[in-house]
Protein backbone atom coordinates (compact mmCIF):
# COMPACT_ATOMS: atom_id res chain seq x y z
CA UNK A 1 0.00 0.00 0.00
CA UNK A 2 1.44 3.09 -0.79
CA UNK A 3 1.95 6.63 1.60
CA UNK A 4 -0.93 8.31 0.15
CA UNK A 5 -3.51 5.13 0.62
CA UNK A 6 -2.16 4.88 3.72
CA UNK A 7 -2.72 8.67 5.24
CA UNK A 8 -6.26 8.64 3.58
CA UNK A 9 -6.94 5.12 5.95
CA UNK A 10 -5.38 7.00 8.80
CA UNK A 11 -7.11 10.24 8.21
CA UNK A 12 -10.71 7.82 7.42
CA UNK A 13 -10.63 6.18 10.60
CA UNK A 14 -9.94 9.00 12.46
CA UNK A 15 -12.88 10.51 14.95
CA UNK A 16 -14.09 13.35 12.21
CA UNK A 17 -14.54 16.14 15.10
CA UNK A 18 -10.47 15.22 15.40
CA UNK A 19 -9.35 15.95 12.46
CA UNK A 20 -7.33 19.13 10.88
CA UNK A 21 -8.47 21.47 8.79
CA UNK A 22 -6.24 20.13 6.15
CA UNK A 23 -6.78 16.00 6.35
CA UNK A 24 -10.93 17.10 6.34
CA UNK A 25 -10.22 19.18 3.03
CA UNK A 26 -7.88 16.32 2.08
CA UNK A 27 -10.47 13.44 2.93
CA UNK A 28 -13.25 15.46 1.05
CA UNK A 29 -10.89 16.21 -2.20
CA UNK A 30 -10.16 12.24 -2.69
CA UNK A 31 -14.35 11.41 -1.64
CA UNK A 32 -15.32 14.29 -4.57
CA UNK A 33 -12.44 12.89 -6.74
CA UNK A 34 -13.51 9.17 -6.56
CA UNK A 35 -16.93 9.59 -7.57
CA UNK A 36 -16.06 11.70 -10.52
CA UNK A 37 -13.96 8.88 -11.19
CA UNK A 38 -16.35 6.16 -11.63
CA UNK A 39 -17.03 5.29 -8.48
CA UNK A 40 -20.94 5.61 -6.95
CA UNK A 41 -21.53 8.32 -3.91
CA UNK A 42 -23.11 4.86 -1.85
CA UNK A 43 -19.48 3.37 -2.60
CA UNK A 44 -17.32 6.14 -1.47
CA UNK A 45 -19.19 7.32 1.09
CA UNK A 46 -19.46 3.63 2.47
CA UNK A 47 -15.12 3.37 2.08
CA UNK A 48 -14.61 6.49 3.70
CA UNK A 49 -16.78 5.86 6.83
CA UNK A 50 -19.20 9.01 6.37
CA UNK A 51 -22.94 9.11 5.90
CA UNK A 52 -23.98 9.04 2.29
CA UNK A 53 -25.71 12.68 3.13
CA UNK A 54 -21.98 13.74 3.84
CA UNK A 55 -20.98 12.69 0.56
CA UNK A 56 -23.27 14.95 -1.55
CA UNK A 57 -23.04 17.42 0.88
CA UNK A 58 -19.33 17.79 -0.54
CA UNK A 59 -20.49 17.04 -3.91
CA UNK A 60 -23.12 20.23 -3.89
CA UNK A 61 -20.12 22.16 -2.57
CA UNK A 62 -17.81 21.18 -4.91
CA UNK A 63 -20.76 21.94 -7.64
CA UNK A 64 -21.42 25.25 -6.47
CA UNK A 65 -17.69 26.54 -6.12
CA UNK A 66 -15.19 24.00 -7.20
CA UNK A 67 -12.64 22.66 -5.18
CA UNK A 68 -11.58 25.78 -3.45
CA UNK A 69 -15.58 25.38 -2.10
CA UNK A 70 -13.73 22.05 -0.30
CA UNK A 71 -11.66 23.82 1.54
CA UNK A 72 -12.13 23.27 5.72
CA UNK A 73 -12.58 25.98 7.52
CA UNK A 74 -13.98 27.99 4.66
CA UNK A 75 -16.97 30.52 5.37
CA UNK A 76 -19.01 32.40 3.06
CA UNK A 77 -19.71 32.20 -0.46
CA UNK A 78 -22.63 31.48 -2.68
CA UNK A 79 -25.03 28.80 -1.07
CA UNK A 80 -24.93 26.00 -3.55
CA UNK A 81 -28.81 25.92 -4.92
CA UNK A 82 -28.62 21.77 -5.20
CA UNK A 83 -28.21 21.09 -1.72
CA UNK A 84 -26.68 17.29 -0.82
CA UNK A 85 -30.71 15.92 -0.25
CA UNK A 86 -31.46 17.10 -3.76
CA UNK A 87 -28.07 15.49 -5.66
CA UNK A 88 -29.03 12.16 -3.89
CA UNK A 89 -32.42 11.94 -4.81
CA UNK A 90 -31.23 13.12 -8.20
CA UNK A 91 -28.21 10.35 -8.29
CA UNK A 92 -30.89 7.75 -7.23
CA UNK A 93 -33.49 8.87 -10.03
CA UNK A 94 -31.26 8.78 -12.88
CA UNK A 95 -29.80 5.46 -11.99
CA UNK A 96 -32.10 3.66 -10.37
CA UNK A 97 -35.84 4.83 -12.27
CA UNK A 98 -37.54 4.93 -15.47
CA UNK A 99 -38.70 7.75 -17.04
CA UNK A 100 -42.08 5.78 -17.82
CA UNK A 101 -42.74 6.18 -13.77
CA UNK A 102 -42.25 9.90 -13.87
CA UNK A 103 -44.80 9.93 -16.65
CA UNK A 104 -42.56 10.81 -19.69
CA UNK A 105 -43.60 9.26 -22.72
CA UNK A 106 -39.97 8.31 -23.28
CA UNK A 107 -38.32 5.90 -21.57
CA UNK A 108 -34.51 7.16 -21.85
CA UNK A 109 -33.49 9.88 -19.86
CA UNK A 110 -32.59 13.21 -21.18
CA UNK A 111 -31.13 16.54 -20.25
CA UNK A 112 -34.05 18.33 -20.45
CA UNK A 113 -36.50 15.21 -18.87
CA UNK A 114 -33.88 15.53 -15.40
CA UNK A 115 -34.42 19.59 -15.63
CA UNK A 116 -38.30 19.31 -15.96
CA UNK A 117 -38.24 16.47 -13.14
CA UNK A 118 -35.97 18.72 -10.74
CA UNK A 119 -37.97 22.15 -11.19
CA UNK A 120 -41.36 20.34 -11.00
CA UNK A 121 -40.18 18.72 -7.33
CA UNK A 122 -37.93 21.27 -5.66
CA UNK A 123 -38.65 24.30 -7.92
CA UNK A 124 -35.33 24.75 -9.26
CA UNK A 125 -34.72 25.87 -13.22
CA UNK A 126 -31.75 24.11 -14.04
CA UNK A 127 -30.66 24.43 -18.36
CA UNK A 128 -29.73 21.42 -20.25
CA UNK A 129 -25.97 22.69 -19.79
CA UNK A 130 -26.02 22.39 -16.07
CA UNK A 131 -27.54 19.24 -16.06
CA UNK A 132 -24.71 17.70 -18.21
CA UNK A 133 -22.09 19.17 -15.30
CA UNK A 134 -24.52 17.63 -12.71
CA UNK A 135 -23.81 14.35 -14.90
CA UNK A 136 -20.43 14.47 -15.68
CA UNK A 137 -19.53 15.15 -11.59
CA UNK A 138 -21.62 11.84 -10.97
CA UNK A 139 -19.51 10.05 -13.86
CA UNK A 140 -22.77 9.36 -15.51
CA UNK A 141 -22.54 9.21 -19.45
CA UNK A 142 -24.79 8.77 -22.21
CA UNK A 143 -24.88 5.38 -23.48
CA UNK A 144 -26.76 2.55 -25.63
CA UNK A 145 -29.12 0.20 -23.64
CA UNK A 146 -29.90 -2.89 -23.17
CA UNK A 147 -33.20 -3.58 -24.30
CA UNK A 148 -35.39 -5.72 -22.70
CA UNK A 149 -39.07 -6.94 -23.11
CA UNK A 150 -41.23 -6.61 -20.65
CA UNK A 151 -42.85 -10.08 -21.59
CA UNK A 152 -39.79 -11.25 -20.31
CA UNK A 153 -39.62 -14.20 -18.08
CA UNK A 154 -36.11 -13.58 -16.14
CA UNK A 155 -37.17 -16.91 -14.60
CA UNK A 156 -36.83 -18.47 -17.81
CA UNK A 157 -34.16 -16.56 -19.01
CA UNK A 158 -32.32 -17.61 -15.44
CA UNK A 159 -33.23 -21.15 -16.55
CA UNK A 160 -31.44 -21.15 -19.89
CA UNK A 161 -28.46 -19.34 -19.17
CA UNK A 162 -28.00 -22.03 -16.25
CA UNK A 163 -29.05 -25.13 -17.12
CA UNK A 164 -30.36 -25.97 -20.47
CA UNK A 165 -27.59 -24.49 -23.05
CA UNK A 166 -25.05 -25.71 -21.22
CA UNK A 167 -26.85 -29.10 -21.51
CA UNK A 168 -27.04 -28.09 -25.32
CA UNK A 169 -23.37 -27.15 -25.37
CA UNK A 170 -22.11 -30.49 -23.32
CA UNK A 171 -24.60 -32.73 -25.62
CA UNK A 172 -22.76 -31.20 -28.65
CA UNK A 173 -18.85 -32.11 -27.30
CA UNK A 174 -20.19 -35.59 -26.67
CA UNK A 175 -20.88 -35.57 -29.92
CA UNK A 176 -18.56 -32.87 -31.98
CA UNK A 177 -21.31 -31.43 -32.54
CA UNK A 178 -21.95 -28.20 -34.18
CA UNK A 179 -23.86 -25.28 -32.16
CA UNK A 180 -25.81 -22.34 -34.54
CA UNK A 181 -27.60 -19.84 -33.35
CA UNK A 182 -30.40 -18.77 -36.30
CA UNK A 183 -32.38 -15.85 -37.36
CA UNK A 184 -34.55 -14.32 -39.74
CA UNK A 185 -34.01 -10.62 -40.83
CA UNK A 186 -36.26 -8.41 -43.25
CA UNK A 187 -34.26 -6.13 -45.58
CA UNK A 188 -36.07 -3.22 -46.54
CA UNK A 189 -35.27 -0.14 -49.13
CA UNK A 190 -36.46 2.54 -46.46
CA UNK A 191 -34.60 1.34 -43.99
CA UNK A 192 -32.11 4.47 -43.14
CA UNK A 193 -29.03 4.93 -40.73
CA UNK A 194 -26.35 7.74 -39.94
CA UNK A 195 -26.59 11.09 -40.47
CA UNK A 196 -27.86 13.58 -42.71
CA UNK A 197 -27.85 17.28 -43.33
CA UNK A 198 -30.28 19.82 -42.33
CA UNK A 199 -29.73 23.82 -40.65
CA UNK A 200 -28.56 23.75 -37.50
CA UNK A 201 -31.97 22.93 -34.84
CA UNK A 202 -33.96 21.65 -37.06
CA UNK A 203 -34.23 17.84 -37.16
CA UNK A 204 -34.40 16.13 -40.77
CA UNK A 205 -37.59 14.11 -41.48
CA UNK A 206 -36.87 10.78 -43.84
CA UNK A 207 -40.04 11.09 -46.03
CA UNK A 208 -41.52 7.38 -47.05
CA UNK A 209 -42.46 7.23 -50.61
CA UNK A 210 -44.78 3.97 -49.87
CA UNK A 211 -43.16 2.19 -53.36
CA UNK A 212 -40.75 0.76 -51.22
CA UNK A 213 -39.05 -2.95 -51.68
CA UNK A 214 -37.75 -5.39 -50.16
CA UNK A 215 -36.95 -9.30 -49.11
CA UNK A 216 -36.20 -11.99 -46.42
CA UNK A 217 -32.98 -13.87 -45.21
CA UNK A 218 -32.12 -16.36 -42.98
CA UNK A 219 -28.56 -16.80 -41.31
CA UNK A 220 -26.97 -18.80 -38.89
CA UNK A 221 -23.43 -18.36 -37.03
CA UNK A 222 -21.38 -20.53 -34.85
CA UNK A 223 -19.09 -19.48 -32.17
CA UNK A 224 -16.29 -20.85 -34.32
CA UNK A 225 -17.04 -18.20 -36.72
CA UNK A 226 -18.84 -20.09 -39.30
CA UNK A 227 -21.71 -18.52 -41.12
CA UNK A 228 -24.56 -19.48 -43.52
CA UNK A 229 -27.36 -17.29 -44.85
CA UNK A 230 -30.18 -17.69 -47.56
CA UNK A 231 -31.72 -15.10 -49.66
CA UNK A 232 -35.85 -15.42 -49.68
CA UNK A 233 -38.30 -14.19 -51.53
CA UNK A 234 -41.89 -13.49 -50.02
CA UNK A 235 -42.40 -14.28 -46.24
CA UNK A 236 -40.49 -17.17 -44.36
CA UNK A 237 -42.78 -20.28 -43.46
CA UNK A 238 -42.07 -23.86 -42.55
CA UNK A 239 -40.98 -24.30 -46.15
CA UNK A 240 -38.27 -21.46 -46.16
CA UNK A 241 -37.07 -22.46 -42.94
CA UNK A 242 -36.96 -26.37 -44.25
CA UNK A 243 -35.02 -25.72 -46.63
CA UNK A 244 -32.53 -23.52 -44.88
CA UNK A 245 -32.00 -26.68 -42.53
CA UNK A 246 -30.87 -28.69 -45.53
CA UNK A 247 -28.27 -26.38 -46.83
CA UNK A 248 -27.25 -25.90 -43.01
CA UNK A 249 -26.31 -29.85 -42.97
CA UNK A 250 -25.58 -30.04 -46.66
CA UNK A 251 -22.04 -31.85 -46.79
CA UNK A 252 -21.23 -32.29 -43.27
CA UNK A 253 -21.19 -35.48 -40.78
CA UNK A 254 -21.29 -33.57 -37.98
CA UNK A 255 -24.47 -33.24 -35.62
CA UNK A 256 -26.22 -29.73 -35.92
CA UNK A 257 -27.77 -27.80 -32.77
CA UNK A 258 -29.61 -25.34 -34.16
CA UNK A 259 -30.79 -22.48 -31.44
CA UNK A 260 -33.86 -20.53 -32.59
CA UNK A 261 -36.36 -17.83 -31.12
CA UNK A 262 -39.83 -19.22 -30.60
CA UNK A 263 -41.36 -18.12 -33.95
CA UNK A 264 -44.51 -20.32 -34.54
CA UNK A 265 -42.27 -21.25 -37.92
CA UNK A 266 -39.90 -22.95 -35.68
CA UNK A 267 -42.30 -24.99 -33.95
CA UNK A 268 -44.93 -25.79 -36.73
CA UNK A 269 -45.48 -29.65 -36.98
CA UNK A 270 -44.34 -29.54 -40.38
CA UNK A 271 -40.93 -28.09 -39.50
CA UNK A 272 -41.15 -30.93 -36.54
CA UNK A 273 -41.33 -33.97 -38.99
CA UNK A 274 -38.89 -32.86 -41.17
CA UNK A 275 -36.45 -32.21 -38.26
CA UNK A 276 -37.18 -35.87 -36.95
CA UNK A 277 -36.74 -37.24 -40.39
CA UNK A 278 -33.41 -36.51 -40.38
CA UNK A 279 -32.70 -39.77 -37.55
CA UNK A 280 -30.91 -37.38 -35.02
CA UNK A 281 -28.48 -35.04 -37.33
CA UNK A 282 -30.20 -31.76 -36.25
CA UNK A 283 -31.36 -30.75 -33.05
CA UNK A 284 -33.76 -28.02 -32.96
CA UNK A 285 -34.03 -26.09 -29.96
CA UNK A 286 -35.80 -22.81 -28.73
CA UNK A 287 -34.29 -19.90 -27.03
CA UNK A 288 -36.57 -18.02 -23.92
CA UNK A 289 -39.12 -16.30 -25.08
CA UNK A 290 -38.87 -12.30 -26.27
CA UNK A 291 -35.09 -12.53 -25.97
CA UNK A 292 -33.52 -11.52 -28.93
CA UNK A 293 -30.62 -10.47 -27.11
CA UNK A 294 -29.51 -13.73 -26.03
CA UNK A 295 -29.14 -14.32 -29.81
CA UNK A 296 -25.39 -13.74 -31.46
CA UNK A 297 -27.46 -13.97 -34.86
CA UNK A 298 -28.67 -10.82 -33.92
CA UNK A 299 -25.67 -9.27 -34.62
CA UNK A 300 -25.25 -10.20 -37.93
CA UNK A 301 -28.05 -8.23 -39.31
CA UNK A 302 -27.59 -5.23 -36.92
CA UNK A 303 -24.02 -4.94 -38.90
CA UNK A 304 -25.77 -5.64 -41.81
CA UNK A 305 -28.47 -2.80 -41.59
CA UNK A 306 -26.70 -0.54 -39.69
CA UNK A 307 -23.18 -1.01 -41.52
CA UNK A 308 -24.26 -1.22 -44.79
CA UNK A 309 -28.05 -1.39 -46.28
CA UNK A 310 -28.94 1.84 -44.29
CA UNK A 311 -26.28 4.33 -45.42
CA UNK A 312 -26.57 2.38 -49.51
CA UNK A 313 -27.29 5.23 -52.69
CA UNK A 314 -30.82 4.46 -54.15
CA UNK A 315 -30.45 1.36 -55.51
CA UNK A 316 -32.82 -1.42 -57.25
CA UNK A 317 -34.28 -4.62 -55.64
CA UNK A 318 -32.11 -6.10 -57.40
CA UNK A 319 -29.06 -4.19 -56.44
CA UNK A 320 -29.78 -4.24 -53.17
CA UNK A 321 -30.35 -7.74 -52.39
CA UNK A 322 -26.35 -8.32 -55.04
CA UNK A 323 -24.90 -5.56 -51.96
CA UNK A 324 -26.51 -7.56 -49.13
CA UNK A 325 -25.14 -11.29 -50.61
CA UNK A 326 -21.37 -9.57 -51.38
CA UNK A 327 -21.35 -8.38 -47.06
CA UNK A 328 -22.33 -11.47 -45.70
CA UNK A 329 -20.57 -13.39 -48.13
CA UNK A 330 -17.17 -11.16 -46.86
CA UNK A 331 -18.50 -11.64 -43.55
CA UNK A 332 -17.80 -15.54 -43.99
CA UNK A 333 -14.50 -15.09 -45.28
CA UNK A 334 -14.07 -13.17 -41.73
CA UNK A 335 -14.72 -15.65 -39.14
CA UNK A 336 -13.02 -13.19 -36.47
CA UNK A 337 -16.10 -10.81 -36.68
CA UNK A 338 -18.47 -13.42 -37.03
CA UNK A 339 -16.97 -14.71 -33.40
CA UNK A 340 -16.66 -11.73 -31.47
CA UNK A 341 -21.03 -11.57 -31.87
CA UNK A 342 -20.66 -14.47 -29.36
CA UNK A 343 -18.20 -11.74 -27.15
CA UNK A 344 -21.26 -8.99 -26.37
CA UNK A 345 -22.28 -8.34 -22.55
CA UNK A 346 -25.68 -10.89 -23.43
CA UNK A 347 -23.93 -13.37 -26.08
CA UNK A 348 -20.69 -14.32 -24.35
CA UNK A 349 -22.45 -16.93 -22.65
CA UNK A 350 -22.53 -18.64 -25.59
CA UNK A 351 -18.63 -18.38 -26.69
Same mark, same amino acid.
Given at each position: ???????????????????????????????????????? &?????????????????????????????????????????????????????????? &??????????????? +????????????????????????????????????????????????????????????????? +? /? /??????????????????????? &???????????????????????????????????????????????????????????????????????????????????? &????????????????????????????????????????????????????????????????
Amino acid at each position: MNALSCRMRKIRDTDGRKLTHAQLTELRTRGVNAVQNGES &PEMVAKALCISRTTIYDWLALYRSGGWDALKAGKRGGRKPKLDGKILKWVYATVTMSN &PLQFKFAFALWTRQM +IAALIEKKYGIKLSKTSVGRLLDQFDLTAQHPLWRAYQQNPEAVDKWLEEEFPAIKRAAARCKGE +I /F /FGDEAGIRSDYHSGTTWAPKGKT &PVVISTGSRFGFNMISAVSPKGMLRFMVVEGTVGADQFIEFIKRLVHGTKRKIFLIVDGHPTHKSKKVRSFVESLDGQVSLHLL &PGYSPELNPDEWVWRNLKSGVMGKLQNLTKQGMKMEAVSHLRRLQRQPGIARSYFHSQTTCYAA
